[in-house]
């Protein structure tokens, strides 16, 4: 069955019947997320190694700018785990990229600790202020995560701090979410469609383990502008919305996506 055909079932199937409750309740689209994974659509840009679809940012804007047209949560969700996945499909581990592509995982982006916006958000997303503090093989990240989208529904988290071992730059995390002492409140914030479960979480610390970083330490900045601006540029703009973190960093030109 081809990714196309897969989508057209699932929105029919799974996300269309569920779309007044989930804008008046606030309520997640937990069923419009197990349907995606069920077909391979939560896996559609892993690689075909580890079960996945091998397909891109051109076909991941396709299936987000098509489940926009009828759920903005399940597509804001979908935008996220995308963005997250092209950081895990370079330096996030055999295992979880095996279960995004067996549709059992879902992660999400959580990079956001500013609520100011413009030119400012910009500048926090590449300056973290989330420490990160290192014993032995454990690390303990510190912060508080803002608009993340699927908070406290994903199954982990693309996560950015402060390097351990260099004073500039930035480091990534994959941070799962059954981490001891990670926090999302009960009531989701205004930010996001309803339903996104869009939301703030808390680390107090949360600790992981140090093999859980996505990338070389102080790495983070690059990846972030080589890898998930310009995924997060394509999908924003494939469901119509203007991310409210891409206003003042480089990134290259949308045209230039689709060799992404």
Same mark, same amino acid.
């Given at each position: 069955?081809?990714?196309?055909?897969?989508?057209?079932?699932?929105?029919?199937?799974?996300?269309?019947?569920?779309?007044?409750?989930? $804008?008046?309740?606030?309520? %997640?689209?937990? +069923?419009?997320?197990?349907?995606?994974?069920?077909?391979?659509? /939560? *896996?559609?840009?892993?690689?075909?190694? %580890?079960?996945?679809?091998?397909?891109?940012?051109?076909?991941?804007?396709?299936?987000?700018?098509?489940? @926009?047209?009828?759920?903005?949560?399940?597509?804001?969700?979908?935008?996220?785990?995308?963005?997250?996945?092209?950081?895990?499909?370079?330096?996030?581990?055999? #295992?979880?990229?095996?279960?995004?592509?067996?549709? $059992?995982?879902?992660?999400?982006?959580?990079?956001?600790?500013?609520?100011?916006?413009?030119?400012?958000?910009?500048?926090?997303?590449?300056?973290?202020?989330?420490?990160?503090?290192?014993?032995? +093989?454990?690390?303990?990240?510190?912060?508080?995560?803002?608009?993340?989208?699927?908070? *406290?529904?994903?199954?982990?988290?693309?996560?950015?701090?402060?390097?351990?071992?260099?004073?500039?730059?930035?480091?990534? #995390?994959?941070?799962?979410?059954?981490?001891?002492?990670? %926090?999302?409140?009960?009531?989701?914030?205004?930010?996001?469609?309803?339903?996104? @479960?869009?939301?703030?979480? %808390?680390?107090?610390?949360?600790?992981?383990?140090?093999?859980?970083? /996505? *990338?070389?330490?102080?790495?983070?900045?690059?990846?972030?502008?080589?890898?998930?601006?310009?995924?997060?540029?394509?999908? #924003?703009?494939?469901?119509? @919305?203007?991310?409210?973190?891409?206003?003042?960093?480089?990134?290259?030109?949308?045209?230039?996506?689709?060799?992404?």
């Amino acid at each position: 069955m081809s990714y196309r055909t897969a989508l057209a079932e699932v929105l029919a199937r799974a996300v269309a019947p569920c779309v007044q409750v989930t $804008r008046t309740e606030g309520r %997640f689209p937990r +069923g419009a997320v197990t349907a995606f994974g069920a077909t391979g659509l /939560l *896996g559609l840009t892993v690689s075909t190694e %580890f079960g996945g679809a091998g397909l891109g940012l051109p076909e991941a804007a396709e299936v987000v700018a098509r489940t @926009a047209r009828v759920c903005p949560a399940t597509a804001a969700v979908l935008r996220c785990h995308y963005a997250a996945v092209a950081v895990i499909e370079s330096y996030g581990s055999p #295992w979880v990229r095996g279960e995004i592509a067996a549709g $059992r995982h879902l992660s999400t982006l959580a990079l956001v600790e500013d609520d100011t916006g413009g030119q400012e958000a910009e500048a926090h997303l590449l300056m973290p202020r989330c420490t990160a503090v290192r014993s032995g +093989g454990v690390v303990a990240l510190r912060a508080r995560k803002r608009r993340v989208v699927a908070a *406290g529904e994903a199954d982990s988290y693309v996560w950015s701090s402060r390097p351990l071992g260099t004073p500039d730059g930035l480091s990534l #995390w994959g941070v799962p979410a059954h981490a001891p002492d990670l %926090f999302v409140p009960a009531r989701p914030d205004a930010a996001g469609p309803p339903g996104s @479960a869009t939301s703030t979480v %808390f680390a107090d610390p949360v600790l992981v383990p140090a093999d859980a970083r /996505l *990338g070389p330490d102080g790495g983070g900045h690059d990846i972030v502008v080589r890898t998930v601006l310009p995924w997060m540029r394509g999908l #924003w703009t494939a469901a119509g @919305a203007r991310s409210p973190h891409l206003t003042a960093v480089e990134v290259r030109p949308a045209d230039s996506l689709a060799a992404s």
